[in-house]
T-cell receptor, first 114, second 113 residues
Framework: GQNIDQPTEMTATEGAIVQINCTYQTSGFNGLFWYQQHAGEAPTFLSYNVLDGLEEKGRFSSFLSRSKGYSYLLLKELQMKDSASYLCAVRERNYGGSQGNLIFGKGTKLSVKP | EAQVTQNPRYLITVTGKKLTVTCSQNMNHEYMSWYRQDPGLGLRQIYYSMNVEVTDKGDVPEGYKVSRKEKRNFPLILESPSPNQTSLYFC????????????FGEGSWLTVV
């Protein structure tokens, strides 16, 4: 089966660092994505990992461990505008190795307080 | 400009009146997908398509139909809408090669009364 788990809600303080975890069990693995979504708007792309390790992009970093089925998104120097939902998504791998379906977790709602 | 276009963006309709939400992309993407989003339930996949004439059910396909007759279009059809289909709908597309992210349309707010 397929399952992606992430915390439902998190709260953090402006200027702090927050880590949002994601664990997954899918039919094969062909990459993990993180998206940001503000209420009522379309998700926007944040990061992509396909190999183990850390990918850094400005205030945002994403880590992947394929053996553990685990990823996290790290947000540094939090700003009020970072209050949003953060979605973890996994691209499955079809039999034969081709790109499969993209499966989303339910998202983590992050609230940044002054 | 690369984009995914959904129409209508907002619609209020009545129970049982067939409707179609169109989705079109101009990026020659093979993969397209429909999601609905409801409070507390995240993005739930309705149907997806790996390429022309290839469609598969997602997690919540009941009450919906799709077609993929050409690469750029992936309409979502509600044959007999019911109030529990009131939701925010997103269409998305991507290339199938490794590393390519998915592009989302702006969303369609659908209310069935």
């Amino acid at each position: 089966g397929q399952n992606i788990d992430q915390p439902t809600e998190m709260t953090a303080t402006e200027g702090a660092i927050v880590q949002i975890n994601c664990t997954y069990q899918t039919s094969g693995f062909n990459g993990l994505f993180w998206y940001q979504q503000h209420a009522g708007e379309a998700p926007t792309f944040l990061s992509y990992n396909v190999l183990d390790g850390l990918e850094e992009k400005g205030r945002f970093s994403s880590f992947l461990s394929r053996s553990k089925g685990y990823s996290y998104l790290l947000l540094k120097e939090l700003q009020m505008k970072d209050s949003a939902s953060y979605l973890c998504a996994v691209r499955e791998r079809n039999y034969g190795g081709s790109q499969g379906n993209l499966i989303f977790g339910k998202g983590t709602k992050l609230s940044v307080k002054p | 400009e690369a984009q995914v276009t959904q129409n209508p963006r907002y619609l209020i309709t009545v129970t049982g009146k067939k409707l179609t939400v169109t989705c079109s992309q101009n990026m020659n993407h093979e993969y397209m997908s429909w999601y609905r989003q409801d409070p507390g339930l995240g993005l739930r996949q309705i149907y997806y398509s790996m390429n022309v004439e290839v469609t598969d059910k997602g997690d919540v396909p009941e009450g919906y139909k799709v077609s993929r007759k050409e690469k750029r279009n992936f309409p979502l059809i509600l044959e007999s809408p019911s109030p529990n289909q009131t939701s925010l709908y997103f269409c998305a597309s991507s290339l199938r090669s490794t590393g390519n992210t998915i592009y989302f349309g702006e969303g369609s707010w659908l209310t069935v009364v």
